[in-house]
C-alpha cells in the first residue's frame, strides 16, 4: 500500500518545500536518465510506466485469502537502472495524481521526493553495491523493502511536520503493515526479476563497476533523512503547537507547553509506539551503514 | 524500361547468438512492380525486409533507388520506403490520428502546417479524414491499418512495404484494403501468409525458406511448386 | 475504468474544453492553493468552492453527479487518517482533511475531464518541466489501454486455469512467471514502437506540430476563474 498524499493535508511550507526540491531533482534523473542512452528511453520509459499499472492487477497470495501486488520501484531500478525508474516513476505518480486522484497535485511534489526519488535510489543501492555477488537476491529483496519503507517513512514524518497527529497506536499499526508491504514487496521483486532472468538475462540491469559517489551518498541520505525525520518530527512540539491553536483550545495548550515532560496530549508523540518504531528503523540504517562499508571493503578486495 | 528502385545482392545476417537468419538473399524491385513475400514462420520474410530500410544491417549490398544503403544513407532510405507494420498498436503511437499521421512529415524537416498539410491529404486517400481528432485506441483494426498507412504515405515514398497486412482484418477490412492498395501507384512489397491476398494484389511472388530465396513466379505458379495450395487457401474469399 | 471514462470526457466539446490548457492549470493551482489553505470557515467555503466547481461540470457539459462520485475515489485513503485525527481527540479537524481533499480532488477531476491528457502535459512544458519527462508521461497513458487489456487477458487465462486450486508458493511463483511474461512483451512492444518511429525517420527530437495559443478568451476565462475562489477566500476564510 503505497503512500500517496492527497491535497489538504500537508502544511504550506512543507508542500512548497518539497515542490521547490522535486523540481531540480527531477531535471538532474531526467537528464541522466537519457544521457548515453540512444532515443529509444522514451518509449521504453512510457510502455514500462503502462506496464507497472498493468502488473498491479497481477495477484500475489500472501495466504489467509489475502492478496498483494507489485509496487514496481525496485523492479525498475534493477532492470532500467535508477535514474530511469526514477523519471518512469515520476510519470506514473503524474498520471496517477492527474488521472486517477491518487494523491494531490499540490502535493505532487512530495510524493515524487518520496516515492520517484528517495524511494528508488534507496531501492537501488543495495543492488549496487551487492547485486554482483553471492548476496544478489538479498540485496534486490532489499531494496524492494526499502522502496517501500523509505517513502512511507517520508510521507509520515512529512504528515507528522504537517501537524497530522497520529495516536500511538495508529502510527504503530501503520508502520506494522508498512513493514508486511515492504517484505511483499521485496519477494516479489526477487521472484519476478529471478524469472525474467530466466528468461533473457539481458533485461536486468548489471550494476556497473565505476561507483557513483553521487548516486550513492543521495541514497544514503534519502535513508539517513527518513528515519531522522520521523524521529525529529515525532519529537517536535511545534506541530502539537499548530494544531492546538487551530482547534481553538490556545489557552489550555499554552499551559502544557509551559511544562515539556508528561500529560496526555504531548504524551502520544513519546509514546512507545513512536519510539520502538524510531529505534526500529535507526537500527536498520546502522545495519545498512555497516554493509555498505563491509560492500566497499569487499569490493576492494576482489579488484 | 523501368527503374530499378531495390535492389538486394547476398544479403546475409545473423542474429546475437549466431543463428543464420539470412543466408544470401538477392532481390530487385523495379517501379509501380507489387511483389508477394511467401514462405513459413521464421523463414526471414520479416527480418529481411527490415533491412530495406537499416533497421536491421547485415553484409552484403542494398541499393535504395540507384544509392547504396549505408549508415549515411539512412534517411534516404527511410524517405523512399515507407513500411507498415504487422501491429497498429506498434506504430500509432501518438494521441491522435492527424498528430500521427504527421509524425513522418515534420521528421522530414517540414514545418507544422506542411505536415498537417500532408496528414489530412494522406487521410483523405485512405478514407479516414473524419477520424481526424479521434484517439488511436478508439479505433478498429481496419482503421487503424488505414490510419498507419496513412502515416507512411504523408511522406510521399517510393516504396511501400507491408508486413503482414491483413493479420488482425475480419474479410470485408481486407477487401477494404486490397482495393486501397490496387489504387497506390508506389511499388509494393507486401509478406504475407494470405496466399488469397497474395494472389489478388501481387503478379509475382517471391517465396522465402530457411533464409535464401528458394523460388520465384507468380503467385499460383509459387504456391504449386512449394505445396502452399489446396482445400484451406480455399477459405477465405476475397472479390 | 475509471481513465476511459476521463479520456472520453475529455474528449468532448464545450467553451470549456476549447481553453488553452494552460490558463486551465493555473486555476487549478489557484483553487487548490485556496481550498488547502481554508483553515477557518469551511462549513461555507467547502460549499462554494463545490458549487463553483459543479458550475463548471455543467459549463462544460459533464455528467455532476458522475464526476462527483469518481472524486470519491481519494476518500479511502483520507478518511483513515482523518478517523487517526478523530482519535485523537479533534474530530473537527477530521472532517476539515477528507473534505479539503474531496473538493481538491474534485477540481483535478474537472481538468482532466476538460483537457485531453496529451495537451494538458504540453501546457507543462511551458511550466518548465523537462520535455523527457512529458514525452515518457504522453507514451504511459497511450499504452495504458493497450496493456491494461493485456494484463486483464492474462489475469482472466490463470484464473481459468484454477487459480485457487494450487498451493501458495507455487500461486506466487505462478504471479511471478506472469509478470515476467507481461515485462517482456511490454518490452518487445517499447522497442518495436521505436523502430517504427525509426522508419518514419524519427532521429531524437519530438518535433510539435501545433503550438498552444494563449488568446483573449483565455485570459477572460482566467481571470474569474482564479479571481472568484481567491475572494472568496480571503472575504470569509480569516487571516492569511
Known amino acids: 500500500m503505497p503512500m500517496h498524499i492527497p491535497d489538504g493535508f500537508l502544511d504550506t511550507p512543507v508542500w512548497v518545500g518539497l515542490n521547490v526540491a522535486a523540481l531540480p531533482a527531477v531535471g538532474v534523473l531526467a537528464r541522466k536518465a ?79 521526493m518520496n516515492m520517484a526519488v528517495c524511494g528508488t535510489l534507496a531501492a537501488y543501492l543495495p543492488y549496487h553495491f551487492w547485486g554482483r555477488g553471492r548476496w544478489r537476491r538479498a540485496a534486490i529483496f532489499l531494496g524492494g523493502a526499502l522502496s517501500v519503507l523509505v517513502g512511507a517513512l517520508l510521507a509520515i514524518s512529512e504528515l507528522l511536520l504537517s501537524g497530522i497527529p497520529m495516536p500511538g497506536a495508529v502510527l504503530g499499526v501503520s508502520l506494522g503493515l508498512f513493514m508486511v508491504s515492504a517484505v511483499l514487496e521485496g519477494a516479489i521483486t526477487v521472484a519476478v526479476v529471478g524469472a525474467l532472468e530466466g528468461m533473457q538475462p539481458d533485461f536486468v540491469h548489471q550494476p556497473s563497476g565505476r561507483r557513483s559517489y553521487v548516486l550513492g551518498a543521495l541514497a544514503s541520505a534519502a535513508i539517513l533523512l527518513s528515519v531522522v525525520g520521523v524521529l525529529f518530527a515525532s519529537a517536535n512540539p511545534d506541530g502539537l503547537e499548530k494544531l492546538a491553536a487551530d482547534v481553538g483550545i490556545a489557552s489550555r495548550a499554552k499551559t502544557l507547553f509551559a511544562t515539556p515532560l508528561a500529560d496526555y496530549e504531548a504524551g502520544f508523540f513519546e509514546s512507545p509506539w513512536a519510539r520502538k518504531a524510531g529505534a526500529g528503523m535507526a537500527g536498520l540504517v546502522l545495519m545498512f551503514g555497516a554493509s555498505v562499508l563491509l560492500g566497499r571493503f569487499g569490493k576492494k578486495r576482489s579488484v | 524500361m523501368s527503374r530499378r528502385l531495390i535492389e538486394v545482392r547476398d544479403l546475409r545476417f545473423r542474429y546475437h547468438d549466431g543463428t543464420p537468419a539470412l543466408n544470401g538473399v538477392d532481390f530487385w524491385l523495379d517501379a509501380r512492380e507489387t511483389v508477394a513475400l511467401l ?183 509459387v504456391l504449386q511448386r512449394f505445396g502452399w495450395s489446396g482445400p484451406l487457401t480455399g477459405l477465405r474469399t476475397l472479390p | 475504468m475509471h481513465h476511459a471514462v476521463l479520456d472520453e470526457w475529455s474528449r468532448r466539446e464545450s467553451a470549456l474544453h476549447r481553453r488553452d490548457p494552460r490558463a486551465k492549470t493555473a486555476a487549478l493551482v489557484v483553487f487548490l492553493i485556496v481550498v488547502t489553505t481554508s483553515t477557518h470557515n469551511f462549513v461555507v467555503l467547502g460549499p462554494a468552492y463545490l458549487g463553483m466547481l459543479v458550475a463548471g461540470m455543467a459549463w462544460a457539459r459533464i455528467p455532476p453527479a458522475g464526476a462527483l462520485a469518481r472524486a470519491a475515489v481519494v476518500l479511502p485513503f483520507s478518511l483513515v487518517f482523518a478517523g487517526a485525527v478523530a482519535l485523537a481527540g479533534d474530530p473537527q479537524r477530521a472532517v476539515l482533511l477528507a473534505a479539503k481533499s474531496y473538493v481538491s480532488a474534485a477540481a483535478v477531476l474537472l481538468l482532466v475531464a476538460t483537457t485531453p491528457l496529451p495537451a494538458l502535459l504540453r501546457g507543462f ?116
Not at chain 1, 60 to 71: E, R
Not at chain 2, 115 to 140: C, D, F, I, K, T
Not at chain 3, 191 to 204: K, N, P, Q, T, V
Request: overall charge positive; proline content about 5%.
Open chain 3, 125 to 240: 512544458e511551458g511550466l518548465g518541466a523537462p520535455r523527457f519527462l512529458l514525452m515518457v508521461a504522453q507514451f504511459l497513458y497511450r499504452y495504458l489501454f493497450v496493456i491494461s487489456e493485456e494484463a486483464q487477458h492474462m489475469r482472466a487465462a490463470a484464473l481459468s486455469r484454477g487459480g485457487g486450486i494450487r498451493a501458495g508458493r507455487t500461486r506466487f511463483r505462478a504471479a511471478a512467471g506472469a509478470l515476467a511474461v507481461l515485462f517482456a512483451r511490454s518490452h518487445v512492444r517499447a522497442s518495436d514502437i521505436h523502430r517504427a518511429m525509426l522508419a518514419r525517420g524519427f532521429e531524437g527530437h519530438f518535433r510539435l506540430v501545433r503550438n498552444l495559443r494563449f488568446g483573449l478568451a483565455d485570459a477572460l476565462f482566467l481571470v474569474p476563474a482564479a479571481g472568484f475562489p481567491l475572494a472568496l477566500r480571503l472575504a470569509l476564510g480569516g487571516g492569511v
Open chain 1, 34 to 112: 537519457q544521457k548515453g542512452f540512444d532515443h529509444s528511453r522514451t518509449p521504453l520509459l512510457g510502455v514500462m510506466g503502462a506496464f507497472v499499472f498493468a502488473a498491479q492487477m497481477i495477484n500475489f497470495p500472501v495466504g489467509v485469502g489475502t492478496s498483494g501486488h507489485l509496487i514496481g520501484g525496485a523492479l525498475l531500478a534493477c532492470t532500467l537502472g535508477p535514474a530511469a525508474a526514477a523519471v518512469t516513476m515520476t510519470a506514473i505518480l503524474a498520471i496517477q495524481a492527474l488521472i486517477f486522484q491518487d494523491g494531490g497535485v499540490l502535493a505532487l511534489g512530495a510524493n515524487v
Open chain 2, 39 to 221: 514462405g513459413p514462420n521464421g523463414s526471414g520474410k520479416t527480418t529481411f525486409v527490415l533491412h530495406l530500410n537499416g533497421l536491421l544491417s547485415g553484409e552484403g549490398t542494398i541499393e535504395i533507388c540507384g544509392v547504396p544503403l549505408t549508415k549515411e544513407t539512412l534517411s534516404h532510405a527511410r524517405r523512399k520506403i515507407g513500411l507498415v507494420f504487422q501491429d497498429s498498436d506498434s506504430q500509432l503511437f501518438m494521441p491522435t490520428v492527424i498528430e500521427d499521421a504527421a509524425f513522418g512529415p515534420l521528421n522530414l524537416g517540414l514545418t507544422g502546417d506542411e505536415a498537417m498539410e500532408r496528414a489530412r491529404e494522406a487521410l483523405a486517400q485512405v478514407g479516414m479524414a473524419a477520424a481526424e481528432n479521434r484517439a488511436p485506441w478508439h479505433l478498429s483494426a481496419g482503421e487503424k491499418k488505414r490510419v498507419a498507412i496513412a502515416g507512411i504515405l504523408a511522406m510521399r515514398p517510393e516504396i511501400l512495404i507491408l508486413d503482414e497486412p491483413t493479420t488482425f482484418l475480419d474479410p470485408p477490412a481486407a477487401a477494404a484494403l486490397l482495393q486501397l492498395l490496387r489504387e497506390l501507384p508506389q511499388a509494393k512489397i507486401v509478406v504475407t501468409h494470405d496466399v488469397l491476398f497474395a494472389g489478388a494484389v501481387a503478379p509475382r511472388a517471391v517465396f522465402f525458406e530457411k533464409g535464401a530465396v528458394v523460388g520465384e513466379g507468380t503467385v499460383p505458379d
